[in-house]
């Protein structure tokens, strides 16, 4: 049974920090494109950043230099380490895996809650 679980969002104040946490079981981690998404409420659904099963990474403009995804291949968990955060990044967040050979298997969490509010 295929399980996509996040976990680590939460309230924080503007300029904090989170480190969300992505959970994957019920398939072979290490041959998916694992990304984080999100969608802010009256919003399209965005990338936010995604990690290759060889460690390449990309970002959204709106994160560069801010947020950093990471994966543990022992673990089958990927994260999402997002510091100077904004009001802006208040969103649902959600855990997507793409099969990295074909478009056959795409999973999705059930998102975690980021609010960034002072």
């Known amino acids: 049974q295929v399980q996509v679980v996040e976990s680590g969002g939460g309230l924080v104040q503007p300029g904090g920090s989170l480190r969300l946490s992505c959970a994957a079981s019920?398939?072979?981690?290490?041959?998916?494109?694992m990304s984080w998404y999100r969608q802010a409420p009256g919003k399209e659904r965005e990338l936010v950043a995604a990690?290759?099963?060889?460690?390449?990474?990309n970002y959204a403009d709106s994160v560069k230099g801010r947020f950093a995804i990471s994966r543990d291949n022992t673990k089958m968990t990927v994260y999402l380490q997002m510091n100077s955060l904004k009001p802006e990044d208040t969103a649902v967040y959600y855990c997507?895996?793409?099969?990295?050979?074909?478009?056959?298997?795409?999973?999705w969490g059930q998102g975690t809650q980021v609010t960034v509010s002072s």
């Open positions: 990690i290759t099963s060889k460690y390449n990474t």
């Open positions: 019920g398939f072979t981690f290490s041959n998916y494109v």
């Open positions: 997507n895996a793409r099969f990295s050979y074909g478009p056959a298997y795409n999973y």
